[in-house]
Antibody, heavy 119, light 107 residues
Framework: EVQLVESGGGLVQPGGSLRLSCAASGFTVSSTYMSWVRQAPGKGLEWVSLIYSGGATYYADSVKGRFTISRDNSKNTLYLQMNSLRPEDTAVYYC?????????????WGQGTLVTVSS | EIVLTQSPATLSLSPGERATLSCRASQSVSSYLAWYQQRPGQAPRLLIYDVSNRATGIPARFSGSGSGTDFTLTISSLEPEDFAVYYCQQRSNWPLTFGGGTKVEIK
């Protein structure tokens, strides 16, 4: 069974850093594309970043230069390094796997981890 | 950036009724559009991709149609578990974008 479990969220001050992890099981993270999507409290979904199996990465303009997506194949884990955090980065962060036979569609998703940026 | 506008914001229907949700793109996304469902307190799940392909395990009462800039998600007969928020997403251009969502609530 494919499963994604996020961790690493919490309360951080503006300007601080946080690294989110997404532990995968039932497949290998390096074999497909994966993404981070966030959802501010009571709001809709916002795509954040994507990494392809070949290693190419893409970012939303709102996080470019501050966030870095990566993966550790030995740990079968996806990461999101978040630096220079702002209050507007407050959200639940979901990791999601790319579907087989599709391109840039995501399923399944993890349960999410909450990041709160506040002083 | 391609903006996806979903309408209506809220749809109030009864179980057994037909639901029709709209997603309009600010420019053509060809057939590169998907729909997701998010139940309260849960993560989103993929329903439909490439306009009309149902994802694995999705019941046949969910169907998608459209092309270019105008798309529709239809739920033929609402089940109690279908009351949720629905989002469209495009992959035609970077950045990937989602619509603002349509909440389907019990009337």
């Amino acid at each position: 069974e494919v499963q994604l479990v996020e961790s690493g969220g919490g309360l951080v001050q503006p300007g601080g850093s946080l690294r989110l992890s997404c532990a995968a099981s039932g497949f290998t993270v390096s074999s497909t594309y994966m993404s981070w999507v966030r959802q501010a409290p009571g709001k809709g979904l916002e795509w954040v970043s994507l990494i392809y199996s070949g290693g190419a990465t893409y970012y939303a303009d709102s996080v470019k230069g501050r966030f870095t997506i990566s993966r550790d194949n030995s740990k079968n884990t996806l990461y999101l390094q978040m630096n220079s955090l702002r209050p507007e980065d407050t959200a639940v962060y979901y990791c999601a796997r790319g579907i087989v036979g599709g391109n840039n569609w995501f399923d399944p998703w993890g349960q999410g981890t909450l990041v709160t940026v506040s002083s | 950036e391609i903006v996806l506008t979903q309408s209506p914001a809220t749809l109030s229907l009864s179980p057994g009724e037909r639901a029709t949700l709209s997603c309009r793109a600010s420019q053509s996304v060809s057939s590169y559009l998907a729909w997701y469902q998010q139940r309260p307190g849960q993560a989103p799940r993929l329903l439909i991709y490439d306009v009309s392909n149902r994802a694995t395990g999705i019941p046949a009462r969910f169907s998608g149609s459209g092309s270019g800039t105008d798309f529709t998600l239809t739920i033929s007969s609402l089940e109690p578990e279908d009351f949720a928020v629905y989002y469209c997403q495009q992959r035609s251009n970077w950045p990937l974008t989602f619509g603002g969502g349509t909440k389907v609530e019990i009337k």
